[in-house]
């Protein structure tokens, strides 16, 4: 529209603009069908009804092949030669292919990709030599007939039924055991118990068979319980009230319990026990006339040759087993040793034989009391503990150091007398 300070011709130029216009407008119809410039207003875009677009089908053939198969076969528009023919597809594999015996031997079981899992890349006999020399590719239980595939080594005969757990489990006990194999191989020279130029020590086994397992610190000595492997915890119900180990054993012969061991108390618990008259009186005579002295409170001698209790750890001898330490306590260890050193017949029974060879192993040297009392308190054990093969038992001999022995044989002699009467 001309403004009314616009020039003279304004008016004619705008007006030719406006038919330009026309014809181009004109023109944009009959390409698109539309007018390009027709936009409508915000009202009319409110108010207008949106146009539905046509949906387009696809046939079953269509979605399953990804072209539209016709009645006969024929596809309808260009034919898409990246994919595969029906002939092809047929061909494909439905399933594993089966593989012989022979192939399944090849590749260990585990599908091929694993069969060199652990052990050597090489070829067959590199994997083969490997697994002979024992190595993480033959299993951790070295030189063992072991499959080729596995790095951890099961057996080829194996089922293969057991679960992952299961595996887990036998790979742990394999390793310990390799572990166990290496630690009896390799022994530390610091705590070998064997010296190569001294045979004894080959002939006199130390116990070390994991004594610690069973026994806590079987090295600390127990003052107030008799243990052992098979008894952590001493002999059950026993009751030490508050005596030493060495003061149990002798409490015994106490018989009134007032903490003194006359003469006729030892006589009366050796009779008490199955001995015979003759062995009680010399029982008591060497007993009482050895080591009363040595308990005294006063280095004056008593006339009446008491043995006191509580003092009995002067009474120790040289020469013994070694079990009861110079205080009177209980050495586990040491009571274990007399079994590895000594039980050769059997590990848990003593022959003659077997004590007097404890006995002469025991001597030291110049101390013939010590020789001769050790000597006579293990035949007195040996003729109060034997059993019917002549042996003793190592529950027998540790009950004899906690006198719990004594006692359960005084009950059986009462028990046997008692039937007598009966009878």
Not at 192 to 199: E, N
């Amino acid at each position: 529209m001309a403004k009314p300070w616009s020039g003279a011709g304004a008016w004619a130029a705008e007006a030719e603009w406006v038919d330009a216009q026309a014809k181009e407008r004109e023109a944009f119809k009959g390409v698109g069908g539309q007018d390009a410039f027709a936009f409508p207003s915000l009202g009319d875009a409110a108010t207008a009804k949106p146009k539905k677009k046509k949906g387009q089908t696809f046939s079953l053939s269509e979605i399953a092949v990804g072209k539209y198969v016709g009645p006969g076969g024929k596809t309808r528009g260009v034919t898409d030669t990246a994919k595969l023919t029906t002939e092809e597809m047929m061909m494909l594999p439905t399933g594993p292919r089966n593989r012989s015996e022979d192939e399944y031997a090849e590749v260990g079981g585990l599908g091929g990709g694993f069969r060199d899992y652990g052990g050597n890349r090489g070829d067959r006999g590199d994997r083969e030599e490997k697994r002979d020399r024992g190595g993480f590719g033959g299993g951790f239980a070295g030189g063992r007939d072991r499959e080729e595939g596995g790095g951890f080594g099961r057996d080829r005969e194996r089922d293969d039924v057991s679960s992952r757990a299961d595996e887990d489990d036998n790979s742990v006990y394999c390793s310990m055991r390799s572990n166990l194999a290496d630690e009896t191989r390799q022994v530390d020279p610091d705590l070998s118990t064997v010296a190569p130029k001294c045979p004894v020590t080959y002939k006199r086994v130390v116990a070390t068979h994991d004594i610690d397992r069973s026994i806590p610190k079987p090295h600390v000595p127990r003052a107030l319980k008799a243990v052992d492997v098979e008894n952590p915890i001493g002999t059950p119900g026993h009751d030490p009230k508050g005596l030493s180990v060495l003061q149990q054993h002798v409490a015994f012969f106490d018989r009134n319990d007032d903490g003194i061991i006359y003469p006729w108390e030892t006589f009366e618990g050796f009779r008490a026990i199955g001995f015979n008259l003759l062995f009680s009186f010399w029982a008591m005579v060497l007993i009482n006339g050895s080591f009363s002295w040595v308990t005294l409170d006063s280095w004056i001698p008593s006339p009446l040759f008491p043995i006191y209790i509580k003092n009995i750890h002067r009474a120790k001898h040289g020469s013994d087993s070694g079990v009861y330490d110079t205080e009177g306590r209980f050495v586990p260890e040491k009571f274990e040793e007399l079994f590895s050193k000594f039980a050769k017949t059997e590990k848990t029974r003593l022959t003659p034989g077997e004590l007097w060879e404890m006995t002469e192993a025991n001597r030291c040297a110049m101390d013939p009391f010590g020789w001769t009392a050790e000597k006579l308190e293990w035949f007195a054990v040996y003729l109060l503990l034997m059993d019917r093969d002549g042996y003793v038992p190592k529950e027998g001999i540790r009950g004899q150091y906690d006198g719990t022995i004594f006692k359960y044989i005084e009950r059986e002699n009462q028990m046997k007398k008692i039937q007598k009467k009966r009878l």
